[in-house]
C-alpha cells in the first residue's frame, strides 16, 4: 500500500523531464492542477458538511432557537407559500412550518443538525483512537497480543452496535448526546483496528521500517514517526466511514424512539412526525425536511469519502 | 472436501461461539450492570430495577391496586429466578438461550418469546433474501459496467450519479419512497405484510399480495445498499482490466460482451462475497428500522412494539437472534468461500 502513496509522490519528478519546455511558472501550475487533494469530489462533500455546521452556527445567532422547545406558531403550518390541509397558508414567522404541536421546523434543524454531526464526530474520534491503539499494538508486537486484538476485533464487528444499544436504551432510559456517542464508540472500533493492523504488518517488513530498526529508533520513533505518517488517507478514509456508521446508528436509535429525550435531535423529529401520522396528513415538509437535510449530510461525508479513495489511490483518479 | 484445513475451521468457530457468548453476556449484563454493589460505589445515580417489582407494577398500574401483594412479589421472585446468586442465574440464561428459551413476554403475558419470534422471523428472511440478492445482482452488475470500456457514455453519468443514494439510510429512502408511491402516486399500499382482504395460506391471491406489499420495504433496502456492492465491484473490475487475460482475450479477437461477463466480472465477483461478511451487521440494522416504518411484521417490528411496551424478555429475545443470525451468516461466508474461489488457501 505504501508503494502507491510512494508513487502519487513521485509522479511530479517523472512528469518534469516531459515539460523541459515550459517555464517554471507553468510546471507550478500544472504540478498545483496535479494536487491530489484538490479533488472536485472531496471539496464538494466538505462544502456540504460545512454549509450544515454553518447552519447550525449562524442559524443560533439570527433565529429564536427557542421555538425548539414552546410550540409558539399554528400547529401543521407549511413553509413560506404552501398551504396546508386547513387551507392555511405558511408565513415568514416560520418559514420552513411547523409541526403538530407549533414547534418550528427551521428551529429544530439548527439545534438538531448540528447534534447529529457532534455524535458522528465524537463517537468515531473515540473509535480512532482506540482503533490507532489496539491497531498498533497487535500489529508492532504479535505474537499472543495480537491474537487477542484480532479475535477481539473479528467477534466485534459482527454484532450490529444498533442492537446492543437497543438493550441499553431500553434499561436505562434517557441518556444524554455525549453518553449516547460514547456508547455508539464501543462498537466502531474494529474496523480501524483490523486496518491499522494489516497495513502495520505490511509495512514492518518494508525497507525504510527496516532502516529506522537498525539506525536503532525506539519503537515509539517508529511506529508515530516513521509508519503513522504512511497511514494518514487510510486513517482520514476510515474516519469518515465511522462518522457515517455512528450517524446511521445515533439516528436509528433516535427514529426507534431511544435517543435522548430532552435534546432536539433530527432522528427525533422524524420519530415524532411517523407517529403522529404526518405521512397520511401529507405534513411533508415536518419529516421531509429533516430527511433531506440527513440525506445531505451523508452525501457529503460518501463524497468526502469518495475523494479521499481517489487521494490515497491513484489508480481510481483516471475515471 | 480436504481443502479447508483443521485450524482454519477452528479458528472461524471459535469466532462464531465467542460472538454468540459476548452477545449474550452483554445483552444479560447490561440491564443489570446497576446491581452489582460495586458499580454503585462507582457509579452514582443510576438504579437497579427489580423485574419482579417492575412486573408487580405493571399489574397495579393495570388492576389499579394489588392484593397480597408482598406475596406475589416472592412469587414472582421464585419464578424469575431472582432468589438465587447472580452466578447462578446467569448459568441459567446462558443454558436457556442456548436451547433458544427467552422465557415468556411480559406485555402479551402466556406467550412465549420464542413463539413470537417464530412468528416475526420468517417475514424478515423472506425480505432481506430477496433485498439482498436484488441489491448484490444490480450492485455488481452496475459497478462492471462503470469500469468496461464500452458502456454507453449516458449510463457511466447516470451510474455515479445514483450511487450519491449509498450512503442513505435505508430508514430515510424508506420514507421517501413511501411519500412518492404509496401516499402521492398510490401505486404501492402504505405498510402492512398483505391485503387485509386476503386469506393467509398457499394460494396466488395471497402470495400476490405478500410481493404487491413486500415491493417497496424491498426497494428502499435496494435503493441503499447497491451502491456498496457496485463500489467494491469498481475497484475489483480496474484490477482485472489491468490483467493480463484480460489483454490476452482481446487479442484473441473475442467478443467484448464475452469479455465482460465469463473473463472480468467472474473473476472480480468472488472477493465482494468476503466483503459481505463485514457488511451484514448494519444491513440488518437497516432492515429493522425499515420494517418499523412499513409496519412489517418482522423482527424491527417485533423489537420496536416491545420497545413502546418494555417488555424486555421480548428486546433480549429479538437482539440475541439477530446477533446469532448475523454471526452465522459471517460463518457459513467464510467456510463456503474458500470451495468457490480456488485462489483462496487457508492457513497452507
Same mark, same amino acid.
Given at each position: 500500500m505504501n508503494q502507491t502513496t510512494e508513487k502519487s509522490a513521485a509522479a511530479p519528478e517523472t512528469a518534469a523531464p516531459d515539460m523541459a519546455g515550459l517555464s517554471r511558472a507553468q510546471l507550478r501550475r500544472m504540478r498545483r492542477f496535479d494536487?491530489?487533494?484538490?479533488?472536485p469530489k472531496l471539496i464538494l462533500g466538505a462544502t456540504l458538511l460545512l454549509s450544515i455546521i454553518a447552519l447550525g452556527l449562524l442559524g443560533r445567532l439570527f433565529w429564536d432557537v427557542d421555538m425548539v422547545f414552546t410550540g409558539s406558531g399554528l400547529p401543521r403550518q407549511g413553509p413560506v407559500g404552501v398551504e396546508n390541509l386547513r387551507g392555511q397558508v405558511g408565513t415568514w414567522a416560520h418559514p420552513l412550518g411547523t409541526d403538530v404541536t407549533g414547534k418550528d421546523i427551521l428551529a429544530l434543524l439548527i439545534i438538531g443538525a448540528p447534534n447529529s454531526l457532534y455524535v458522528g464526530v465524537l463517537a468515531s474520534l473515540i473509535g480512532m483512537s482506540l482503533g490507532i491503539f489496539l491497531g498498533f499494538t497487535a500489529g508492532y508486537t504479535g505474537g499472543r497480543v495480537d491474537d487477542v486484538i484480532r479475535v477481539g476485533s473479528d467477534v466485534m464487528i459482527t454484532i450490529p452496535p444498533l442492537l446492543i444499544l437497543v438493550v441499553v436504551q431500553a434499561a436505562y432510559g434517557d441518556i444524554t448526546l455525549t453518553m449516547m456517542a460514547i456508547l455508539i464508540a464501543c462498537f466502531v472500533w474494529q474496523s480501524p483496528t483490523r486496518l491499522i493492523r494489516a497495513q502495520v504488518l505490511s509495512m514492518r517488513e518494508s525497507g525504510y521500517v527496516q532502516m529506522a530498526r537498525l539506525s536503532g529508533a525506539s519503537s515509539g520513533h517508529i511506529m508515530f514517526r516513521e509508519m503513522l505518517p504512511n497511514l494518514v488517507p487510510y486513517l482520514f478514509g476510515s474516519f469518515i466511514a465511522n462518522v457515517t456508521t455512528s450517524i446511521v446508528t445515533a439516528v436509528g436509535l433516535e427514529v426507534l424512539g431511544l435517543g435522548p429525550q430532552r435534546v432536539p435531535t433530527l432522528g427525533r423529529v422524524i420519530y415524532d412526525a411517523i407517529n403522529s401520522g404526518a405521512l397520511i396528513q401529507n405534513l411533508?415538509?415536518?419529516?421531509g425536511i429533516p430527511t433531506a437535510l440527513l440525506a445531505v449530510m451523508f452525501i457529503g461525508l460518501l463524497l468526502i469519502n469518495l475523494g479521499l479513495d481517489e487521494v490515497s489511490n491513484p489508480r481510481l483518479r483516471r475515471l | 472436501m480436504g481443502r479447508i484445513p483443521l485450524s482454519y475451521l477452528a479458528n472461524r468457530l471459535l469466532t462464531l461461539v465467542l460472538t454468540v457468548f459476548i452477545a449474550a453476556t452483554l445483552i444479560w449484563l447490561i440491564p443489570r450492570f446497576p446491581c452489582f454493589s460495586w458499580v454503585q460505589v462507582l457509579f452514582q445515580g443510576l438504579t437497579c430495577v427489580d423485574p419482579a417489582d417492575a412486573a408487580l407494577g405493571r399489574m397495579a398500574a393495570g388492576g389499579g391496586s394489588v392484593a397480597d401483594s408482598d406475596a406475589i412479589l416472592a412469587q414472582l421472585r421464585t419464578t424469575y429466578g431472582l432468589d438465587q446468586s447472580y452466578f447462578t442465574q446467569y448459568w441459567l440464561y446462558l443454558a436457556n438461550t442456548l436451547r433458544l428459551d427467552f422465557g415468556?413476554? =411480559?406485555? /402479551? $403475558?402466556? =406467550? /412465549?418469546v420464542a413463539t413470537m419470534i417464530g412468528y416475526a422471523l420468517p417475514w424478515t428472511l423472506g425480505l432481506m433474501l430477496i433485498s439482498l440478492v436484488i441489491t448484490f445482482f444490480v450492485g455488481n452488475l452496475l459497478g462492471a459496467l462503470m469500469v468496461?470500456?464500452? =458502456?454507453?457514455r449516458l449510463w457511466k453519468a447516470a451510474i455515479p450519479a445514483a450511487m450519491? $443514494? =449509498?450512503?442513505?439510510?435505508p430508514i430515510l429512502s424508506g420514507l421517501l419512497l413511501m411519500y412518492v408511491f404509496s401516499t402521492q402516486l398510490r401505486w404501492f399500499p402504505l405498510s402492512g405484510p398483505y391485503a387485509l382482504t386476503v386469506e393467509p395460506g398457499w394460494t396466488f391471491d395471497f402470495a400476490s399480495s405478500v410481493l404487491y406489499h413486500g415491493v417497496l420495504p424491498a426497494m428502499s433496502i435496494v435503493v441503499v445498499t447497491f451502491g456498496f456492492w457496485a463500489l467494491g465491484m469498481r475497484g475489483l473490475m480496474i484490477t482485472v482490466q489491468g490483467e493480463d487475460y484480460t489483454t490476452l482475450a482481446k487479442a484473441k479477437g473475442l467478443r467484448p460482451r464475452y469479455i465482460l461477463y465469463r473473463y472480468m466480472i467472474r473473476n472480480a465477483i468472488l472477493p465482494q462475497i468476503t466483503s459481505f461478511a463485514l457488511k451484514i451487521g448494519l444491513l440488518v440494522a437497516g432492515q429493522v428500522l425499515v420494517e418499523r416504518i412499513f409496519a412489517y411484521p418482522g423482527m424491527g417490528k417485533l423489537l420496536y412494539d416491545s420497545i413502546l411496551t418494555q417488555d424486555y424478555p421480548v428486546i433480549q429475545g429479538v437482539s440475541f437472534v439477530i446477533i446469532m443470525m448475523t454471526a452465522l451468516s459471517v460463518f457459513l461466508v467464510d467456510l463456503i468461500y474458500p470451495f468457490i474461489d480456488p485462489r483462496i488457501r487457508h492457513g497452507g
Open positions: 494536487n491530489p487533494w484538490r479533488n411533508w415538509w415536518w419529516w | 415468556l413476554s =411480559t406485555a /402479551s $403475558f402466556p =406467550t /412465549s468496461w470500456e464500452r =458502456t454507453p450519491v $443514494f =449509498t450512503s442513505i439510510p
